[in-house]
Structure formats: structure tokens, C-alpha cells
């Protein structure tokens, strides 16, 4: 892993804030540009059959309040255009997450079930995005489309009641999250042996909660790939949708993990989709709204660490797509490179002054971001009145405790529970058909997704460009 800081309070780095102001402020954003990360990542320019199908602007499902950034009195002027050259948006309009989160969250998706041709779209839908701010696709692994990572998903035959793979099931699953493989899994004859222990205590759990007779290990105490293979059902392959933003620094061979999953629950048995607004379309409508900003950042050399922005698929599977991610590391990123994960996960919906946070390690203790997400609260224009630490239940179950059972800090940025103040119960509308985007305007305008981009795009600025203690050397 690369250089920690202790988790004792020191002082951060000081850094240059990217304001709302500034992000929404008439710029307009930088062209598409071939970036190198090592030699291991490819150039974002176009490969033999990795072009993507041009996707049309999201379709209008609602009016969208704008932002509540008051516009100037008078309008700076805009540079002259070349009549010969396509008319780019400003980052300004490209850095509303609502804007994506409206078609994240759309019936065209279906609510985005790991596999589906909906959760297909939404990956090429945010690949055009990263694609436009000149963004890597780091995975050579997978030379046709370096911006993704395929993975086939599997479950238990019999285990589940009739319909849950159409989402029917979905419906009653009211606590929050996931545990490792609890409805799905991934399967290869290189999956590490923790991983290979913790697939064979799911069976017996998911066997034994079915009433279902367990088939022993034909030697010692745990099955291999093979046989957990002859006793699961393939239901199709899945993605992670994947891309840099390269450091310019000395240490931009670290890499901060910026990620949200992109899947939902499909659909029910009458085909009417599970939109999933704020699980998680929110999430990953903040991470595409976060990536103008950054870029111009990284362009003006403020960019000190890499940023990879991972949006992943079947974690309702239970984490499949960051446990994949982990067990499988892409050429020139290793559990090593990484300095930070931050994971974004319903972040929509309640009122626009308060979010709860993870930052803590598997021990329950404070870990580096602890800092790093107050300081990056105290440069928002309006900062957060509240930022609750009240839900280290919920630390494993979501995409981020896959790194974090390797070490990994971690921070989990998730929307909080009814209370204001703290604990409380979950949106009712959880994993139901009403999560829809309606809710969060009703309950904030759209303000809250958007308050959620500025602080994580601080929270990154200063995890990418904090100053850190020399590693102690390692005992022979």
C-alpha cells in the first residue's frame, strides 16, 4: 500500500479549494487530450473496437431546479468561437450531478441490474463522460475497452425465492447494504484463498437459511472453485466501469480510489423498473460531476497523487464488483499504489445540512480522512451543519470494506439516517419502486446531491496533495 499518514490529528496539507463558485463559474471545459499513466496505462485515444455507441442527451424526466448559486449581474464575456469547432458546455452545466442523475435514473435503465443491457447503457453512458475530459481507461488487461473490467456473476441454485432475479424479491430487503457475496458472487480458478474461505462460509450460510442439504468438500474442509462451481447458477456477466485521472506530482503513482456502484435491482415480474434515484444513482451521479473539476485541476498541475474513479457493478449482489476490483488488480495498480478510498453510496436525499460518515478502520478507530473531511467541510462556502460518525454498523456493508479488510483507509460518504442529529431509520422508500427522483427534489431541491459533489471534490483535492511521513522500513 502507499505511504500512510498516522491516525493521530497533525496537520494537512494546505491546498488550493475548488469553490462551487468557481465550478460553476462560466469556463468552459479543456478538450479531450491523450494522458499517460506509467506504462502500463493506455492513452484515452480511440482503439479498434472499443468505440461506443453515441448516446443521446439524457431524456427530460422532470424540471430540475437549478442551482441556488446566485448568477452574476452582469455576464462575463465569452470567448469569440470558431464556427469550425464543436461547442462545448461549460463545466459549470457538466458539474450538476443532477444532471446525470436524472437519466442514471430513468425507466430507459431498468433499473440497472447486475447483468442487465440497463446497467450496459449507464456504463457507456459514463464512459462518453470521462472520455470528453480526457480521462484513462486504465484496465490493458482488457484491450478493447481499457474503461472496463468484466466479471461473470453467479448465485447458489435453488437458494433464493422464485423471483428474485427479476427483482421481485428486492422488495422487502430493508436493512441497509450488503454483506460479501450474500446474494451473488464471482467465481475463477484464481480467486485468492481468503476470498475462496469467505465464498465457502456464504454457501453454508446461504445453504443452511434455505433449508437446503450442504454437498461436503471431497477433501479437507473447503470446497474448491470447481465444486462451488457444480453447485452454483451463472447469471450473466457484470462490469466495473473504471477511469483515471493521472497525477502530476511525485506522487502520482499513488492513486486515490474515488467509487460508487452503478447498479440497482432491475426490475419486478410485470417488467416496471426500480430507478434507484438515491441507491445509488446519487453516488455515482456525484462521482461523473466531480470529474470536470478535477480535470481542471489536474491540468493546471494541482493534482499531486492519481485519482481512479471506479463505478461498480453488482455490489447488490453483495460487493461483488469491489471485491472483483480487489482480487483482481489492474496492470500498474496494486493494493500497494493505493493511498485512500472513498466510497459514495445514497447520498440524495433528506435535507441539504447534514451526511453521515465511515472513517474509521476495522477496529473502530480514526483513520486519516477523519481530518481530511472536516477540513474539507470548513472550505465549503456553506458547510455542512452537521456531519454525523453515528453509522459504523453499516462499515462492511458496502463497496469500500472490500479494501478495507486489506488495510485500506476508507471513507464511506453516505446520506444518513432520519435524525437529523444522528441515527434514525432509513429512507422508506428503500430499495422500492418510489426511489425516484422526485423524492429528492421534494426533500432539497437537488441541493443535496450538489453540496455532496463540492465537499468530496475537497476531500479528494486534499487527499491527493496531502504531505505524508516517510513509511517506517519493514523488518527483515
Known amino acids: 500500500m502507499a505511504t500512510k499518514i498516522p491516525d493521530s490529528p497533525r496537520p494537512l496539507a494546505s491546498v488550493s479549494r475548488l469553490s462551487t463558485q468557481d465550478a460553476r463559474g462560466p469556463q468552459t471545459q479543456a478538450k479531450n487530450r491523450p494522458i499517460s499513466f506509467k506504462d502500463g496505462f493506455e492513452s484515452s485515444g480511440a482503439r479498434p473496437g472499443s468505440t461506443l455507441p453515441?448516446?443521446?442527451?439524457?431524456?427530460?424526466?422532470?424540471?430540475?431546479?437549478?442551482?441556488?448559486?446566485?448568477?452574476?449581474?452582469?455576464?462575463?464575456?465569452?470567448?469569440?468561437?470558431?464556427?469550425?469547432?464543436?461547442?462545448?458546455?461549460?463545466?459549470?452545466?457538466?458539474?450538476?450531478?443532477?444532471?446525470?442523475?436524472?437519466?442514471?435514473?430513468?425507466?430507459?435503465?431498468?433499473?440497472?441490474?447486475?447483468?442487465?443491457?440497463?446497467?450496459d447503457l449507464a456504463s457507456a453512458y459514463v464512459q462518453e463522460h470521462v472520455?470528453?475530459?480526457?480521462?484513462?481507461?486504465?484496465?490493458?488487461?482488457?484491450?478493447?475497452?481499457?474503461?472496463?473490467?468484466?466479471?461473470?456473476?453467479?448465485?447458489?441454485?435453488?437458494?433464493?425465492?422464485?423471483?428474485?432475479?427479476?427483482?421481485?424479491?428486492?422488495?422487502?430487503?430493508?436493512?441497509f447494504g450488503h454483506k460479501t457475496f450474500e446474494e451473488g458472487f464471482y467465481l475463477d480458478d484464481k480467486m485468492p484463498k481468503d476470498t475462496l474461505a469467505l465464498l465457502n462460509r456464504q454457501y453454508e450460510s446461504t445453504m443452511k437459511a434455505s433449508g437446503q442439504a450442504l454437498v461436503p468438500a471431497r477433501s479437507g474442509t473447503q470446497r474448491s472453485v470447481e465444486e462451488l462451481r457444480q453447485v452454483a447458477t451463472a447469471t450473466g456477466q457484470a462490469v466495473n466501469t473504471m477511469a483515471m485521472l493521472p497525477g502530476t506530482g511525485p506522487h502520482k503513482d499513488e492513486v486515490i480510489v474515488v467509487m460508487a456502484h452503478l447498479d440497482h435491482v432491475g426490475v419486478d415480474?410485470?417488467?416496471?423498473?426500480?430507478?434507484?434515484?438515491?441507491?445509488?444513482?446519487?453516488?455515482?451521479?456525484?462521482?461523473?460531476?466531480?470529474?470536470?473539476?478535477?480535470?481542471?485541476?489536474?491540468?493546471?498541475?494541482?493534482?499531486?497523487?492519481?485519482?481512479?474513479?471506479?463505478?461498480?457493478?453488482?455490489e447488490e449482489k453483495g460487493l461483488v464488483g469491489s471485491q472483483y476490483f480487489v482480487d483482481h488488480p489492474i496492470p500498474g495498480l496494486e493494493l500497494k499504489n493505493i493511498a485512500g478510498v472513498i466510497n459514495t453510496d445514497m447520498v440524495g436525499r433528506w435535507d441539504d445540512q447534514?451526511?453521515?460518515?465511515?472513517?474509521?478502520?476495522?477496529?473502530?478507530?480514526?483513520?486519516?480522512?477523519?481530518?481530511?473531511?472536516?477540513?474539507?467541510?470548513?472550505?465549503?462556502?456553506?458547510?455542512?451543519?452537521?456531519?454525523?460518525?453515528?453509522i459504523n454498523v453499516y462499515r462492511d456493508r458496502q463497496d469500500g470494506a472490500s479494501f478495507g479488510r486489506k488495510g485500506e483507509d476508507v471513507l464511506f460518504l453516505f446520506e444518513g439516517l432520519s435524525n437529523p442529529n444522528g441515527g434514525g431509520d432509513l429512507i422508506p422508500e428503500y430499495h422500492r419502486q418510489d426511489d425516484d427522483i422526485d423524492k429528492i427534489?421534494?426533500?432539497?431541491?437537488?441541493?443535496?446531491?450538489?453540496?455532496?459533489?463540492?465537499?468530496?471534490?475537497?476531500?479528494?483535492?486534499?487527499?491527493?496533495?496531502?504531505?505524508?511521513?516517510?513509511?517506517?522500513p519493514k523488518k527483515p
Not at 424526466?61 to 464556427?83: E, K, N, R
Request: charged share 25%; proline share 12%.
Open 54 to 119: 453515441r448516446l443521446p442527451a439524457p431524456p427530460p424526466v422532470l424540471s430540475l431546479p437549478a442551482p441556488t448559486t446566485p448568477a452574476p449581474t452582469t455576464p462575463a464575456p465569452l470567448p469569440p468561437t470558431d464556427p469550425s469547432k464543436p461547442t462545448e458546455p461549460p463545466v459549470s452545466s457538466d458539474s450538476d450531478p443532477m444532471k446525470y442523475l436524472e437519466y442514471l435514473a430513468s425507466d430507459e435503465l431498468k433499473g440497472r441490474n447486475s447483468p442487465s443491457e440497463g446497467l
Open 131 to 175: 472520455k470528453k475530459y480526457g480521462l484513462v481507461g486504465p484496465n490493458s488487461n482488457n484491450p478493447e475497452n481499457p474503461f472496463q473490467q468484466k466479471f461473470n456473476v453467479f448465485s447458489f441454485a435453488g437458494a433464493q425465492a422464485e423471483g428474485a432475479a427479476h427483482g421481485a424479491a428486492h422488495g422487502a430487503h430493508k436493512e
Open 269 to 314: 415480474r410485470q417488467g416496471k423498473a426500480y430507478n434507484g434515484a438515491d441507491d445509488n444513482a446519487s453516488g455515482s451521479a456525484v462521482l461523473m460531476a466531480a470529474v470536470p473539476e478535477l480535470a481542471e485541476a489536474q491540468k493546471r498541475g494541482e493534482l499531486d497523487r492519481s485519482i481512479l474513479f471506479i463505478w461498480t457493478g453488482a
Open 354 to 390: 447534514r451526511l453521515s460518515v465511515v472513517d474509521t478502520n476495522t477496529k473502530g478507530q480514526p483513520n486519516y480522512f477523519r481530518d481530511v473531511v472536516d477540513q474539507a467541510n470548513q472550505q465549503l462556502a456553506d458547510p455542512f451543519d452537521r456531519i454525523n460518525r453515528d
Open 441 to 472: 427534489i421534494e426533500d432539497n431541491g437537488g441541493e443535496k446531491p450538489r453540496r455532496v459533489k463540492d465537499l468530496m471534490v475537497n476531500v479528494i483535492n486534499i487527499a491527493a496533495n496531502r504531505t505524508t511521513e516517510p513509511a517506517e
